[in-house]
């Protein structure tokens, strides 16, 4: 495996797994560690190399429930609900 799959592949496991204890943190720390988690993944992917897609490609939709409900938090948190 190239070394930037296997930097993504960890970010990615760091992301789900703060995803999975970020009810037992406080808002401020879930903040940051989201900060700091998804600028890393998203650095991580823009290493990867260019490849060429197949135009016949399937697009499946993503079931973005937790990440839509995080987006929830952060509108009620910029309109001083926190």
Do not use: N, Y
């Amino acid at each position: 495996m190239s070394e930037e799959i296997e930097r993504f592949t960890a970010v990615a496991r760091e992301f789900c797994a703060l995803l999975e204890t970020a009810t037992q943190l406080e808002l401020g720390e879930l903040r940051t560690r989201l900060l700091h988690v998804l600028s890393a993944l998203h650095l991580a992917g823009a290493r990867f190399p260019k490849l060429d897609v197949d135009a016949d490609v399937e697009h499946v939709p993503l079931k973005l429930d937790l990440l839509v409900a995080l987006s929830d938090l952060r509108a009620i948190h910029w309109q001083g609900g926190w």
